[in-house]
């Protein structure tokens, strides 16, 4: 969500961790998996996120209106007049560069970051200021068993990521068997948007934006188009520099888990530094392939940009 440390989880006999898991040789789309097993008794007083499972105490709600600061390096809630409500301590961050996406699989099938692009900004003196994305919400699942799926853009730094979040299933945010977005910022602590429900072809622009800034640290918002009551403003945090086109899931025991269709197009990309385009060139990941999930660079053009994400 930097991309954040790639944990493992796997679950046989017993559960075990491990730094990275062999993902190849699954593909069984009638395996079962103990979805529920998983998520009652792994991951006690553990809520569901776009980075993996997260104690509950660091994962909060935003309200309209609310925003989040990290000034003098602590990540505080805000609200519209400017007075503190919370404070969730200091802003944690990673330096270990490898370590930008969750992982980890929970048998049969992989689970974490499934698939996705990823682009840095090589300076920090031109940073990234504009981010949108345009998608259509996809069919549901063939199949409904517990399973939780994001699709999103990111901005990330070393420890932290600002995304705008379709989501089908339950997470930290409620949920259902349905197709829900919501604007999140995730990392040491956790804060989303409420809920919106969607309806499968919907189209969705995704958006993140700086407000203001320096070299070191800015102020963002991350938005659906249309939906303004799910805003999400972070200030003073420390500059977004790497962006993903990204596939997420959770709780997976089926390849008719994922969206019942081919792919899901990310189209018309574009990023700016300042005013001007980005010289755009996604590198492609593809952590988790037991059901054939990859990703596409269609074009790096900033404006009309596409990645597509296969199922």
Same mark, same amino acid.
């Given at each position: 969500?930097?991309?954040? !440390? ?54 909060? +709600? !935003?309200?309209?209106?609310?925003? %989040? ?10 609200? &519209? ?12 961050? %990673? ?5 930008k996406k969750p992982g980890g699989g929970v048998l049969p099938l992989g689970s974490g970051w499934i698939t996705y692009t990823g682009w840095t900004n090589p300076t920090s003196t031109n940073? %990234? ?9 996809p069919p549901a699942p063939a199949t409904a068993s517990g399973q939780t799926i994001f699709l999103f853009n990111g901005l990330q730094n070393s420890g932290n990521i600002l995304q705008p979040v379709l989501q089908w ?27 919106? &429900? ?6 969705? *622009?995704?958006?993140?934006? &700086? =407000? ?52 899901? &197009?990310?189209?018309?990309?574009? !990023?700016?530094?300042?005013?001007? *385009? ?15 999930? +990859? ?13 597509? =994400?296969?199922?």
């Amino acid at each position: 969500m930097s991309k954040y !440390i790639i944990s493992c989880l796997l679950l046989s006999i017993t559960i075990f961790s491990a730094c990275k898991k062999d993902q190849t040789g699954t593909t069984a789309d009638n395996a079962v998996a103990p979805a529920n097993k998983v998520q009652t008794q792994d991951h006690k007083d553990q809520v569901l996120t776009p980075m993996g499972w997260v104690h509950k105490s660091k994962v909060h +709600h !935003i309200e309209t209106g609310e925003y %989040i600061s990290g000034e003098g390096n602590r990540l505080r809630r805000y609200d &519209r007049t400017g007075k503190v409500l919370e404070d969730y301590g200091p802003v944690e961050q %990673i330096t270990d560069n490898n370590a930008k996406k969750p992982g980890g699989g929970v048998l049969p099938l992989g689970s974490g970051w499934i698939t996705y692009t990823g682009w840095t900004n090589p300076t920090s003196t031109n940073p %990234i200021t504009y981010f949108s994305t345009s998608w259509v919400v996809p069919p549901a699942p063939a199949t409904a068993s517990g399973q939780t799926i994001f699709l999103f853009n990111g901005l990330q730094n070393s420890g932290n990521i600002l995304q705008p979040v379709l989501q089908w299933g339950p997470s930290a945010a409620g949920g259902g068997n349905y197709w829900t977005i919501a604007n999140w910022y995730v990392g040491g602590a956790t804060v989303f948007s409420s809920l919106i &429900r969607v309806n499968p072809g919907t189209n969705l *622009q995704g958006i993140m934006s &700086r =407000i203001s800034g320096n070299n070191s640290t800015s102020s963002y918002t991350s938005v659906f188009t249309g939906y303004p009551s799910i805003n999400l403003t972070v200030n003073n945090i420390a500059n977004l520099y790497w962006a993903a086109e990204s596939l997420e899931a959770y709780s997976v025991s089926t390849c008719s888990n994922y969206p019942n269709t081919a792919k899901t &197009r990310m189209g018309g990309i574009e !990023i700016r530094r300042g005013a001007a *385009q980005a010289p755009l060139s996604w590198g492609v990941s593809n952590p988790v392939t037991d059901c054939g999930q +990859h990703s596409t660079v269609v074009s790096n053009g900033s404006p009309n940009g596409i990645v597509d =994400i296969y199922y």
